[in-house]
């Protein structure tokens, strides 16, 4: 459909492709699994601080609802695209059906750069953009998150927004939301924890010890942070870290709660103490045991999968490897692949906790939430790697297919409307 044209869309659908293929899906259905179930196109006037007012493009795509409402996050980023959009729910369906959630994927996002705005201008867009939508969200109809230049004070504002269109407060509505508005312990960390996680249940099957490993990350934003910082809890040292302004590298391991208490004051890992400037590029390639990127999307392509110097590829972003890479990368077999749709999984495992406290209004401690997080990481990843071995296939296909899976086997069984 050319309503999806992107490179990124391009992607997600050959990896669909792929697996379908797999699965022997038939022809008749593989559209209805592909293509989103229905998205939406907003523009979003904003008064500017400075009196003028400017129209952003805001975009909200809902991919299936064969398993229940759909969950995804919003992001705000001057690269937006409907077509990303799109991408970005599709692989959201296939993460919430592996980790067994009850629910469709989906994904939002404003065309804007969230620097440039001021704070007020931030919240008069987000107020705005969800308004515009809001008859498409809700708690039994799409549950939205933060996601890239978005966080809990942006959910915070949609849930107030919606809340006053309802007139009663509706806190499942959104999810990481701050925890004293219904928001979950735990659920800022989840996605970080869970990549550092699976990068240490890798580290166990190839026989890695994790003290003395070595980790790389890209993207220094609230996944790769907390991600760094768990793996250096594991006895990971920290090569090299970075953000989009640059990189940060020192042979000897970087101090991430030094590096933490840097970025809160200047704002970007660069010209953090005792370490030397690494370009984005370089840092992919350097030598390492765990590799975590997780800033965008194709970040490894063709041109420099084949320089890899990992391990463990452990997918923090969403879509960080073209399906170009990941055939050199399965010709090479030497990198374990931990998927995106599995590594990243955290976030959404733990919204779907903060999603179940709000309509019990019944809270769990910090504890019960990263463990019960941590169990179902597990299955997931015995899952998928036996898989993997049953089948002889790459740790992305075999993760892909259990996902795509439970979708088309929902599809078939509630059968098509006339």
């Given at each position: 459909?050319?309503?999806?044209?992107?490179?990124?869309?391009?992607?997600?659908?050959?990896?669909?492709?792929?697996?379908?293929?797999?699965?022997?899906?038939?022809?008749?259905?593989?559209?209805?699994?592909?293509?989103?179930?229905?998205?939406?196109?907003?523009?979003?006037?904003?008064?500017?601080?400075?009196?003028?007012?400017?129209?952003?493009?805001?975009?909200?795509?809902?991919?299936?609802?064969?398993l229940g409402p759909t969950k995804g996050g919003i992001r705000y980023h001057p690269d937006v695209t409907l077509g990303e959009v799109a991408a970005l729910?599709?692989?959201?369906?296939w993460k919430c059906a592996l980790t067994g959630l009850p629910y469709g994927g989906a994904k939002g996002g404003v065309t804007v750069d969230p620097r440039?705005?001021?704070?007020?201008?931030?919240?008069?867009?987000?107020?705005?953009?969800?308004?515009?939508?809001?008859?498409?969200?809700?708690?039994?109809?799409?549950?939205?998150?933060?996601?890239?230049?978005?966080?809990?004070?942006?959910?915070?504002?949609?849930?107030?927004?919606?809340?006053?269109h309802t007139g009663f407060s509706v806190p499942g509505v959104v999810t990481g939301k701050p925890v004293h508005l219904g928001g979950s312990l735990g659920?800022?960390?989840?996605?970080?924890?869970?990549?550092?996680?699976?990068?240490?249940?890798?580290?166990?099957?190839?026989?890695?010890?994790?003290?003395?490993?070595?980790?790389?990350?890209?993207?220094?934003?609230?996944?790769?942070?907390?991600?760094?910082?768990?793996?250096?809890?594991?006895?990971?040292?920290?090569?090299?870290?970075?953000?989009?302004?640059?990189?940060?590298?020192?042979?000897?391991?970087?101090?991430?709660?030094?590096?933490?208490?840097?970025?809160?004051?200047?704002?970007?890992?660069?010209?953090?103490?005792?370490?030397?400037?690494?370009?984005?590029?370089?840092?992919?390639?350097?030598?390492?045991?765990?590799?975590?990127?997780?800033?965008?999307?194709?970040?490894?392509?063709?041109?420099?999968?084949?320089?890899?110097?990992?391990?463990?590829?452990?997918?923090?972003?969403?879509?960080?490897?073209?399906?170009?890479?990941?055939?050199?990368?399965?010709?090479?077999?030497?990198?374990?692949?931990?998927?995106?749709?599995?590594?990243?999984?955290?976030?959404?495992?733990?919204?779907?906790?903060?999603?179940?406290?709000?309509?019990?209004?019944?809270?769990?401690?910090?504890?019960?939430?990263?463990?019960?997080?941590?169990?179902?990481?597990?299955?997931?990843?015995?899952?998928?790697?036996?898989?993997?071995?049953?089948?002889?296939?790459?740790?992305?296909?075999?993760?892909?297919?259990?996902?795509?899976?439970?979708?088309?086997?929902?599809?078939?069984?509630?059968?098509?409307?006339?």
């Amino acid at each position: 459909m050319d309503l999806y044209d992107h490179p990124t869309f391009a992607m997600a659908a050959r990896q669909f492709d792929l697996v379908a293929d797999h699965l022997g899906i038939p022809d008749n259905d593989r559209d209805r699994l592909k293509y989103p179930k229905r998205a939406l196109a907003v523009s979003i006037p904003v008064r500017l601080d400075n009196g003028n007012t400017k129209v952003f493009q805001g975009y909200r795509v809902q991919h299936h609802l064969s398993l229940g409402p759909t969950k995804g996050g919003i992001r705000y980023h001057p690269d937006v695209t409907l077509g990303e959009v799109a991408a970005l729910s599709m692989w959201m369906s296939w993460k919430c059906a592996l980790t067994g959630l009850p629910y469709g994927g989906a994904k939002g996002g404003v065309t804007v750069d969230p620097r440039k705005l001021s704070v007020a201008e931030l919240e008069r867009l987000t107020r705005r953009f969800t308004q515009e939508i809001i008859s498409f969200i809700g708690p039994q109809i799409d549950i939205p998150a933060p996601d890239v230049g978005t966080n809990e004070q942006t959910m915070a504002w949609m849930m107030d927004t919606y809340s006053v269109h309802t007139g009663f407060s509706v806190p499942g509505v959104v999810t990481g939301k701050p925890v004293h508005l219904g928001g979950s312990l735990g659920r800022r960390e989840a996605t970080g924890r869970g990549v550092a996680y699976l990068a240490g249940r890798a580290m166990d099957m190839l026989g890695i010890a994790s003290t003395g490993a070595t980790a790389v990350v890209q993207g220094f934003g609230n996944v790769g942070s907390v991600a760094a910082y768990s793996l250096a809890q594991q006895g990971v040292k920290i090569l090299a870290v970075s953000d989009v302004g640059g990189g940060i590298y020192n042979s000897k391991g970087i101090d991430t709660r030094a590096l933490d208490k840097w970025v809160t004051a200047n704002g970007t890992p660069v010209g953090f103490p005792d370490s030397e400037p690494i370009s984005n590029s370089d840092m992919l390639c350097l030598a390492c045991d765990i590799l975590v990127p997780a800033a965008l999307e194709r970040q490894i392509t063709e041109a420099n999968a084949g320089n890899l110097r990992c391990r463990i590829l452990a997918e923090a972003a969403n879509g960080p490897t073209t399906p170009l890479a990941d055939e050199i990368l399965d010709r090479r077999g030497d990198i374990f692949v931990i998927p995106d749709v599995m590594c990243n999984a955290g976030g959404v495992v733990v919204s779907y906790f903060e999603w179940v406290q709000d309509l019990q209004s019944f809270f769990w401690s910090e504890q019960e939430v990263v463990d019960k997080l941590f169990r179902i990481l597990e299955g997931a990843f015995v899952q998928v790697t036996q898989q993997a071995k049953r089948g002889k296939l790459s740790m992305r296909i075999a993760a892909l297919s259990v996902g795509v899976k439970r979708v088309w086997e929902a599809k078939k069984s509630r059968g098509l409307f006339p």
